[in-house]
């Protein structure tokens, strides 16, 4: 069964830090590219950052500077870097990754994990 997992949400004070992590098991071929969402209380869900296969990022200007995102494609890993935590960064975070399950591709979700910021 193919599946993301996210670990590593909690409660934080504003100005702490945080790492979210993301793994794909199953059976797959490879993944292409990988991102960070979050949806907050009564908002839609918006891009946090992405990442390429081969290492090209993208951020939402609400968190350039402060969050870095990596993987590390021989253990099927993404992660967010989180510093700087703002209250406005209390969302759930979900992973994405596009899948190569041979010979299709598919878009999966993680669960999501919380992530709340206390003034």
């Known amino acids: 069964q193919v599946q993301l997992v996210e670990s590593g949400g909690g409660l934080v004070q504003a100005g702490g830090s945080l790492r979210l992590s993301c793994v794909a098991s199953?059976?797959?071929?490879?993944?292409?590219?990988m991102g960070w969402y979050r949806q907050a209380p009564g908002k839609q869900r918006e891009l946090v950052a992405s990442i390429t296969d081969g290492g090209s990022t993208n951020y939402a200007d609400s968190v350039k500077g402060r969050f870095t995102i990596s993987r590390d494609n021989a253990k099927n890993r993404m992660y967010l870097q989180m510093n700087s935590l703002k209250p406005e960064d209390t969302a759930v975070y979900y992973c994405?990754?596009?899948?190569?399950?041979?010979?299709?591709?598919?878009?999966?979700w993680g669960q999501g994990t919380q992530v709340t910021v206390s003034s």
């Open positions: 994405n990754a596009r899948l190569v399950i041979v010979p299709l591709e598919y878009d999966y």
């Open positions: 199953g059976r797959i071929f490879n993944i292409k590219n």
